[in-house]
């Protein structure tokens, strides 16, 4: 309390020192004795001088060691107190060195030091009525602010830090140079800003890393307003120096206020160090940029950080993660995941930047889109666009769809593989689980789209999702993949089964969690087809039986729903419990004895003899189940075989055969007394045909012979059909129906028995059949429907049973055994003739089922003699040539003279075609679901040689008998199957939603075998087969190539149309395989690349036999490419030639350019320009040749170098020369232009013109008068084109489909001139005016005949035209006020006139209706009528338009 009420006095009497100077030197030297005492006794400064005097007079008491100072006034009326003492001070200005002096000695004391750059402590004595803040500044803060001692003060500041340059600073230790430095910061005044900052900026270049940190942080705190540029530029200049100081530089410059251009060379300069900055620093980088960018220039901006941004480079792969384990050392180990972990959450934040910058700063979002949306090559799209993309959608819901659509187009175009979704699951999972709602939602609207790549897609992201996230993202995944399996949908309903399948067999154990929402899909299987429930009941199978105690619930859920469905009356159900049941045994026969594959407990051996017994148990009660269920119903029991067939074929290897034993034995011996009779000279019984023994191959066999008792089967199921049969037979009922079924379970089961070994059953494949003379040729009219029907269920069963033997022995080495396979497949093209004839013969005959798993028979296409039903509509692949005609079409355009650019050939227009091709297989193709399916190994049969019959006939009539070769009747037989096969996996289908199905269909009626594989293993089969496929294709050429050099020469007085139509089939059916395997959308992917070249390498060696192994994937695509042109001379028709350029343009990579463009132009013009006649001399046409040449046209036009030059060539030169010839003649430069052709011609030249004239670039003002006249001359071109094109229409082909083809393209046309050509226009009126008039009044002639085409389209009346009318006639008034507005932009109103256009017809006669109103008018009307007709009155300088209709309402 003493040392307080001094101190106050002290205070005191300083306030009273300019009144009583005298009594306050007394009065301190009376007190300076009790104030050291009390000073030192407070820890206060011992030895005052000067310095320590004024300091205390003016308010502060100095503090020697931890006290902080202390200060008793107000921080201002300290510093005007000190000012005035030492200006008042007698030896001023020397006192001001000397108090510096003072200040600097007592600093030198590093405690002393801290405390002055501390805070003082305020401190109020008793009686005082000064307020004191309760923050105070530091003693030197508070002498930077008085001007006098300021510029030294700065000095001795600057001074002292080198002295702590080499300081160790620790955790509580004090930082010197930052305290420093920090009293510089926001200063009132600063006399000598300037220098001060560029001694800074020096010091920064000399101090250690942590004080220039320290310095350029606290640099926005120091400067004035006018130092802000020229310190940005210094430290710019720092950045690119050195990648130490990138945090503090953008730091601070963060927080500068720059002009436009600084900043954007700032930004310049961070942008540059993106792809070399430290990974710690890349946010705060990464924030700069962004947080600085402008609407302007954000996408410019953007575009450039996401070429820079790389997080390949931010996570470290896998592999090493994975080496990372095998470190000796425990030290290094952990050290290394340390920086995983630094990794992971440094990218963390770089995320968390962008998604702040996206969530509040709009102009990020929409142009972090667009500049992905701009991004067009495949390689530039990396995973920080995915995680982008993903981030948008999840932070702004006003961008959703935008983002949706553009997700969805770049997966479309490939451009976001599904290996670039898993690379950045796998690297950034702990990124993306944030945005999980986000994937689940866009992986269910993936899974609605249309788009086989987008469906795959979401399937993909439903995988990952739950591979990489934790147990509430799976529940939730499989909640959802439950939900589209039970939602009705086709394409769904695969694909949820399909990742499910994927994730049992992936995650079982995890997915095992979750059982229970999977088993809930078994209240919803009423929606499932057989291949579904077949996948349900694997998934379900191998979560049941994959650990004992957890699947027991599922396994008895299984059997309660099987053993209702098996003891169902119904059909459907019985099937869907046969498929089930037999896919459960497939589970539980599984062998489990082996270490890695065992998935039972097996902790004791009495624990594994116990599992054994009851899988034992399980499989027996299963199988005698479905026996009992299944032995009193033909298609039942057929079915039954069928899928154990496929279950044995599937798990070849991997089934516990001492499991089946019984049912095996069973197995062999039913069959033989089932189907099997010893063969004998008569057959006893009364039949409908007499008995006979055909087909034998071992004749010479006498002994022990046997033959497959066919007829008199055929007979008693007829006849048990016809009575009704017989109830409650005891016995197992024994039907020709599964005699291919059981067969091909026979043969599957005995290869597994004996590693693949049959030949306890090789006598099954020469052993003749009962059937009966199949002579048929003018007898069918004499037969009665009942014994026609018979005759051709016959055939039906021994065909199948044919192809069943064929199935089987088809991979067998032995020549003889092979010789017989090739003479059975001879029998079949026999029979096939024989059956074509005597279905021809009876009409509305309903064959045996060969197929057992389709869910009903109203699923089969209908039958009947005048011409086979639909079955494969909507299924054919969209060709890449054919992409620039899928624009939407008007009704007018579908009744076009078969112009059908958006589809292809439906199949009874490509049997029809097919038929006139002369494929003997036309008739047939309707009943495809009633043949037994051929395997995939039957094709090796192709390595076979092919020789034509004229030549066998000619050279080897000897050898005929004894050397049995592939005729090309069979390779056409399997030609056929392999191109039904490959399209049906390999192309890819729509998925479109049909919202109301009229009824449901099965798509895979007839590949139920085919299904079983995945489309990457159909694919390595096919590549397999390149070589024999290379081979019989060059024959064909060398076979065509012949007749057109005889037909030239004209020494062979004709060709043999028979064989001519087979061998060009033949032809068409390679071109077809080869397009349907290198248009597999499969080969896009990473894992399919080495598929890819070793196909392709198959055809470069074609070229350069032994040089291929090491030549790079674009060099084997050259050659290949090479190699298929040479074909281009011999194609037999147009459809071939289409096939050819889809396989061409297939097989060149995307985008197609340099000289492959070239000559895919050159080859589509060449085969536009050639005349096509079929053998019998008529010119080719029809549905088909209309379809291909639309596709062709736009091939040609697309790879064109000019656009409009080759539609001005065709429209200015074929058109003519059409015009010019005959009724049925055709233009001589381009054959194919007819007049049945040419609204295929009009309709692509149109839509070509249209998307054409949208890549001329839209007028800038910054256009210079060259650019502008480039431009304009394109736009003369253009609408000189589209004024021919439109005038056609009024001289000669003004039929309907060519009128609505020219309302909907005119109306386009005129869109995108007022979209991008008037704004042209607008800023090059003025250089270029004639130019522009001239253009104008082009444009005009042609939207005046428009005009007439709408009064056409009213008066006739035609919906399907005048729904076109409205929005035309919109766009044409828009057209003249947008004319009107550019002569305003220019001061040129005065030349600019609106007339009133009479309604007219095509041929300009005035359209009565409006005669009378016309009277009211008068002469006013036809003035204005007349300056419309002749818009270049408007003056040299002006530009007339006119294009208004009088009377709306004229019909």
């Known amino acids: 309390m003493v040392s307080k009420r001094k101190l106050s006095k002290a205070d005191a009497s300083g306030e009273s020192h300019n009144t009583d100077l005298p009594r306050r030197c007394s009065e301190t030297k009376r007190l300076r004795i009790s104030d050291k005492e009390n000073a030192f006794a407070h820890g206060g400064v011992e030895n005052e001088g000067i310095f320590e005097e004024l300091l205390r007079t003016s308010g502060i008491v100095l503090k020697a060691g931890e006290g902080q100072n202390e200060i008793a006034v107000d921080q201002m009326a300290f510093q005007k107190k000190l000012c005035l003492a030492l200006e008042k001070h007698p030896t001023y200005p020397g006192v001001v060195k000397q108090f510096i002096s003072g200040l600097e000695s007592h600093i030198k004391d590093r405690n002393q030091f801290k405390n002055c750059l501390l805070p003082c402590t305020p401190v109020r004595t008793e009686g005082s009525r000064t307020l004191v803040h309760s923050y105070c500044e530091s003693l030197i803060k508070l002498l930077l602010g008085i001007k006098i001692l300021q510029p030294a003060v700065v000095t001795l500041l600057l001074e002292k830090i080198p002295e702590f340059f080499f300081d160790i600073v620790g955790t509580f230790g004090t930082n010197f140079p930052r305290l420093i430095v920090n009293q510089f910061k926001w200063l009132d005044g600063l006399l000598d800003s300037q220098d001060l900052v560029k001694k800074l900026i020096q010091m920064v270049s000399v101090s250690p890393v942590p004080i220039q940190h320290d310095i350029i942080t606290s640099l926005p705190e120091i400067l004035e307003d006018s130092q802000q540029s020229e310190v940005a530029r210094e430290l710019s200049c720092l950045l690119k120096q ?38 710690e620093d890349l946010p705060v980088v990464v924030k700069f940029i962004l947080h600085n960018v402008k609407a302007a220039d954000a996408v410019e901006v953007i575009s450039d950080l996401r070429k820079n941004l790389d997080l390949s480079s931010c996570v470290l792969p896998l592999q090493i993660l994975g080496s990372q384990k095998k470190l000796k050392s425990q030290v290094q180990a952990s050290s290394s995941m340390s920086q995983v972990t630094t990794s992971q959450n440094c990218v963390k934040l770089l995320f968390d930047v962008i998604k702040l910058a996206v969530r509040f700063q709009k102009d990020v979002s929409e142009s972090w889109i667009k500049a992905i949306e701009n991004s067009t090559s495949v390689s530039d799209h990396k995973v920080l666009d995915l995680i982008v993309l993903l ?18 187009s770049k997966i479309q175009l490939g451009c976001m593989p599904e290996q670039l979704m898993q690379n950045a699951f796998q690297n950034h999972s702990v990124v993306i689980k944030e945005f999980f709602p986000s994937i689940l939602a866009l992986a269910q609207t993936f899974l609605h789209s249309a788009h086989p790549a987008v469906v795959s897609f979401g399937s993909c992201m439903y995988k990952q999702a739950f591979a990489a996230f934790d147990s509430y993202c799976q529940q939730e995944v499989v909640t959802a993949l439950v939900t589209h399996v039970c939602s009705g949908n086709e394409t769904e309903l695969d694909i949820s089964l399909d990742v499910l399948t994927d994730l049992v067999m992936l995650h079982t154990s995890l997915l095992m969690r979750y059982a229970t929402f999977v088993k809930t899909i078994l209240d919803s299987t009423q929606k499932l087809n057989p291949c579904q429930i077949r996948k349900l009941f694997y998934i379900l199978s191998m979560l049941a039986f994959s650990q004992r105690q957890e699947g027991s619930y599922i396994q008895d859920d299984m059997h309660m729903v099987i053993r209702k469905w098996l003891s169902s009356t119904v059909p459907n159900h019985k099937q869907m419990g046969v498929i089930g049941a037999v896919t459960m045994i497939g589970s539980v026969a599984l062998k489990r004895t082996e270490g890695g594959g065992s998935s039972l407990e097996r902790p004791e051996l009495n624990s594994e003899r116990d599992g054994q017994i009851l899988l034992s148990f399980q499989l027996s009660t299963l199988l005698d189940l479905v026996g009992f269920c299944c032995e009193q119903t033909p298609e039942v029991l057929a079915l039954y075989y069928d899928e154990f067939a496929s279950l044995i074929e599937k798990q070849k290897g991997n089934l516990d055969l001492k499991l089946l034993e019984e049912f095996g034995k069973n197995l062999v011996e039913d069959f033989p007394s089932d189907f099997v009779v010893d063969l004998s000279p008569t057959v006893d019984g009364s039949f409908l045909f007499p008995v006979k023994s055909l087909y034998n191959l071992d004749e010479d066999e006498s002994q022990g012979a046997i033959a497959i008792n066919l007829l008199p089967l055929v007979s008693q199921s007829e006849l048990g059909r016809v009575t009704g049969g017989k109830s409650s037979q005891s016995k197992r009922v024994v039907s020709p129906m599964c005699l291919s079924p059981c067969f091909r379970l026979l043969r599957l089961y005995t290869g597994e028995q004996n590693s693949g070994s049959l030949e306890e059953i090789d006598a099954l494949l020469g052993c003749p059949l009962y059937l009966t003379d199949l002579e048929v040729e003018g007898k069918l009219e004499t037969l009665s429907t009942q014994e026609r029907e018979f005759l051709c269920s016959l055939l039906f069963y021994a065909l199948n049973w044919f192809r069943e033997v064929v199935n089987a022995f088809c991979q067998q080495q032995d020549a003889e055994m092979k010789g017989k396979v090739l003479t059975r497949l001879q029998n079949i093209t026999e029979l096939q003739n024989v059956l074509g004839k005597c279905l021809a013969a009876t009409p509305g005959y309903v064959p045996p089922p060969a197929t057992f798993d389709s869910e009903a028979r109203e699923a089969v296409p209908s039958i009947n003699a005048a011409g086979p039903g639909r079955k494969r509509n909507g299924k054919k692949k969209k060709t890449d040539g054919s992409k620039a005609g899928s624009a939407d079409r008007s009704p007018a355009d579908d009744s076009s003279e078969g112009n059908q650019p958006d589809a292809e050939l439906s199949e009874l227009e490509k049997t029809a075609a097919e038929r006139e091709a002369g494929n003997p297989l036309a008739w047939l193709q309707s009943y495809r679901p009633y043949f037994r399916e051929l395997d995939l190994e039957v094709f090796t049969v192709l390595h076979c040689g092919l020789l034509t019959k004229s030549v066998l006939d000619a050279e080897m009539h000897t050898e005929a008998c004894e050397v049995v070769q592939l005729g090309p009747a069979e390779l056409c037989l399997l030609l056929d199957d392999l191109c039904w096969k490959l399209e049906h996996v390999l192309t890819p289908g729509s998925t479109r939603r049909v919202p109301f199905p009229k009824e449901r269909s099965y798509k895979d009626i007839g590949f139920s075998h085919l299904c079983q594989r995945s489309p990457k293993e159909v694919a390595m089969c096919v590549v397999k087969l390149l070589k024999p496929l290379c081979n019989h294709m060059e024959n064909m050429h060398n076979y065509f190539q012949a007749v057109t050099q005889n037909r030239d020469v004209g020494d062979e007085p004709g060709v043999n149309i028979q064989e001519h139509q087979l061998m060009s089939f033949c032809y ?57 042109l040479n074909f281009q001379q011999s194609v037999p028709s147009f459809y071939c030639a289409f096939i050819l350029t889809q396989l061409l343009i297939a097989i060149a990579e995307k985008p197609m350019a340099g000289w492959k463009k070239e000559k895919m132009a050159s080859l589509a013009k060449q085969f536009l320009c050639q005349s096509w006649v079929k053998p019998s001399g008529d010119r080719e046409k029809g549905s088909q040749f209309n379809s291909a040449l639309h596709t062709l046209l736009c091939v040609y036009l697309e790879h064109a170098d000019n656009i409009l030059k080759a539609i001005e060539e065709i429209s200015s030169v074929g058109v003519p020369e059409l015009i010019n010839s ?100 607008d800023y090059s009126f003025k250089k270029h005016r004639d130019d522009v008039q001239s253009l104008l009044k082009n444009l005009q002639l042609s939207t005046r005949q428009l005009h007439h085409m709408c009064g056409h389209s009213k008066i006739h009346q035609d919906i399907g035209l005048t729904n076109h009318v409205p929005l035309l006639k919109k766009s ?11 002569l305003a932009f220019n001061h040129c109103q005065e030349a600019f006139w609106v007339g009133i256009l009479k309604n007219r017809d095509l041929q300009g006669e005035e359209i009565l209706s409006q005669a009378s109103e016309g009277r009211h008018s008068g002469e006013e009307e036809d003035s204005a009528d007349s300056a419309a007709e002749e818009p270049s009155g408007s003056g040299a300088d002006g530009s007339g338009a006119g294009s208004s209709e009088e009377d709306a309402a004229a019909p």
Not at 391 to 408: A, D, M, P
Not at 1085 to 1097: G, I, K, P, V, Y
Not at 1295 to 1314: D, H, M, N, Q, T
């Open 242 to 279: 050195g990648r130490r100081l990138t945090v503090p530089i953008l730091d601070a410059l963060s927080r500068l206020d720059l002009d436009a251009g600084l900043l954007a060379e700032v930004r310049q300069s961070a942008m540059t160090i993106v792809p070399s900055v430290k990974l």
């Open 391 to 408: 981030l948008i959608h999840s932070t702004n819901t006003k961008n959703r769809k935008q983002t949706e659509k553009v997700l969805k």
């Open 1068 to 1124: 068409q059916q390679l071109l077809l395989t080869f397009r349907s395997l290198f248009a597999w959308n499969g080969f896009s992917r990473q894992e399919n690349t080495d598929l890819l070249r070793s196909a392709l390498q198959v055809l470069a060696d074609r070229l350069k036999p032994g040089e291929t192994e090491f030549l790079l994937l674009e060099e084997l695509i050259s050659e290949s490419f090479h190699y298929l």
């Open 1222 to 1321: 005959a009724k049925d003649g055709c233009s001589s430069t381009y054959p194919t232009l007819s007049r049945q052709t040419f609204p295929v011609f009009f309709r692509v030249m149109m839509a070509q013109l249209e998307s054409s004239v949208k890549s001329i670039p839209a007028g800038k003002p910054s256009d210079s008068s060259e650019v502008q006249l480039e431009k304009l001359l394109q736009w003369n071109i253009a609408v000189r084109n589209f004024h021919i094109l439109i005038n056609l229409v009024k001289q000669v082909f003004d039929s309907r489909p060519v009128l609505g083809i020219c309302l909907k393209y005119g109306r386009l046309f005129v869109e995108a001139f007022l979209k991008l050509a008037m704004p042209l226009l």
């Open 1372 to 1382: 044409l008034e828009q057209f003249v006020y947008r004319v009107k507005a550019m």
